[in-house]
């Protein structure tokens, strides 16, 4: 699944960008950037309220800060890390796209739906309304024909129909389920349970569940090494990120977060040597080494007061499915 998000792939659309860190700060309604290389905030600008996440879009050529109380979506052009004019939108938690790259899929948290819109006129199409509470994040399946979203105040997780906006099934998990990411065999779900304290597996075939690995407190955001070998999973309820080994399924590593922190949402660098999450309760942003045997802390900047879904970007791929960086 993720052949063409190894280290370094930029697609040519993105090989120009600078690399940046862009932090949304849901208390100080800001948007932060950040250098890298330096680890310093180089901008800053103000953005509507509460916004959650940055989201780079399907063609990789614009970052959108979603902007959940504020309804409204502003573009970022990436070459100049400067907003341009805003989209209004209604309840936009978080934002997803279709793998054929005709529309944009808006979680309404709030109103208990995805909203479909065409991504070139960003009219609304259609709607699918989900039997949960707190709809949040997703990721697709192998053939892209599905997807699995989570549901963190009703402990749900569904499955969709993606073209016929059908539901075809619906597990209660309990707990409090977040990020999902697929394995990059494509058989199996990973799902985040924040009040579990540990990942689920779940069988992307059947939608059964197959297991489940503790991690820690507040297991919460899902990613992938950039050589597909590893799943790192932060435990913001603990402050630690643990090492998960695809092919074991068996954990080979904590970085523990000294004097604590609140490992939120975030990504890989393009080059795949850093993992950068944002510390949603600590108005900070962490730099991990994803070395797997001495990788850990190397950096904790302050950022603004509630930073939450962070893009590093350029990220590698052919086009982004949403999220910070879920590519393909």
Same mark, same amino acid.
């Given at each position: 699944?993720?052949?063409?998000?190894?280290?370094?792939?930029?697609?040519?659309?993105?090989?120009?960008?600078?690399?940046?860190?862009?932090?949304?700060?849901?208390?100080?309604?800001?948007?932060?950037?950040?250098?890298?290389?330096?680890?310093?905030?180089?901008?800053?600008?103000?953005?509507?309220?509460?916004?959650?996440?940055?989201?780079?879009?399907?063609?990789?050529?614009?970052?959108?800060?979603?902007?959940?109380?504020?309804?409204?979506?502003?573009?970022?052009?990436?070459?100049?890390?400067?907003?341009?004019?805003?989209?209004? /939108?209604?309840?936009?938690?978080?934002?997803?796209?279709?793998?054929? !790259?005709?529309?944009?899929?808006?979680?309404?948290?709030?109103?208990?739906?995805?909203?479909?819109?065409?991504?070139?006129?960003?009219?609304?199409?259609?709607?699918?309304?989900?039997?949960?509470?707190?709809?949040?994040?997703?990721?697709?399946?192998?053939?892209?024909?599905?997807?699995?979203?989570?549901?963190?105040?009703? !402990?749900?997780?569904?499955? /969709?129909?993606?073209?016929?906006?059908?539901?075809?099934?619906?597990?209660?998990?309990?707990?409090?389920?977040?990020?999902?990411?697929?394995?990059?065999?494509?058989? /199996?779900?990973?799902?985040?349970?924040?009040?579990?304290?540990?990942?689920?597996?779940?069988?992307?075939?059947?939608?059964?569940?197959?297991?489940? /690995?503790?991690?820690?407190?507040?297991?919460?955001?899902?990613?992938?090494?950039?050589?597909?070998?590893?799943?790192?999973?932060?435990?913001?309820?603990?402050?630690?990120?643990?090492?998960?080994?695809?092919?074991?399924?068996?954990?080979?590593?904590?970085?523990?977060?000294?004097?604590?922190?609140?490992?939120?949402?975030?990504?890989?660098?393009?080059?795949?040597?850093?993992?950068?999450?944002?510390?949603?309760?600590?108005?900070?942003?962490?730099?991990?080494?994803?070395?797997?045997?001495?990788?850990?802390?190397?950096?904790?900047?302050?950022?603004?007061?509630?930073?939450?879904?962070?893009?590093?970007?350029?990220?590698?791929?052919?086009?982004?499915?949403?999220?910070?960086?879920?590519?393909?």
């Amino acid at each position: 699944m993720y052949a063409f998000t190894q280290a370094g792939m930029l697609a040519p659309a993105v090989k120009d960008f600078p690399q940046r860190v862009y932090v949304p700060d849901g208390k100080t309604n800001r948007l932060y950037v950040i250098d890298p290389k330096t680890y310093r905030i180089v901008d800053s600008y103000p953005v509507d309220a509460v916004p959650q996440h940055v989201v780079p879009s399907y063609d990789l050529k614009t970052l959108y800060v979603v902007n959940d109380v504020g309804q409204t979506l502003i573009p970022v052009d990436p070459k100049t890390a400067k907003p341009e004019l805003r989209i209004r /939108i209604a309840d936009p938690y978080n934002l997803y796209f279709t793998p054929d !790259g005709k529309y944009a899929l808006v979680v309404a948290e709030v109103k208990q739906r995805l909203d479909f819109y065409d991504l070139q006129t960003w009219r609304h199409k259609s709607s699918i309304s989900v039997p949960c509470k707190g709809v949040n994040h997703m990721d697709y399946s192998a053939d892209g024909r599905t997807l699995v979203a989570a549901c963190e105040f009703s !402990g749900d997780l569904l499955k /969709i129909d993606v073209a016929a906006r059908k539901l075809l099934a619906k597990i209660s998990l309990g707990g409090m389920p977040q990020d999902v990411k697929l394995s990059p065999d494509g058989q /199996i779900f990973y799902v985040a349970d924040m009040m579990a304290g540990g990942v689920h597996l779940i069988d992307a075939e059947k939608f059964q569940p197959m297991g489940f /690995i503790p991690t820690g407190k507040g297991a919460h955001g899902l990613y992938p090494s950039r050589d597909a070998k590893y799943l790192y999973i932060s435990n913001r309820g603990e402050g630690s990120v643990s090492v998960l080994e695809f092919a074991t399924r068996k954990l080979v590593a904590k970085w523990k977060i000294p004097g604590g922190g609140s490992p939120d949402m975030g990504g890989v660098s393009a080059d795949g040597k850093q993992l950068w999450l944002a510390g949603r309760y600590h108005g900070e942003v962490y730099v991990f080494d994803t070395d797997p045997k001495q990788g850990g802390l190397i950096r904790r900047i302050k950022v603004g007061k509630g930073p939450h879904g962070l893009a590093i970007y350029p990220q590698p791929g052919r086009y982004s499915l949403g999220h910070t960086g879920v590519t393909r």
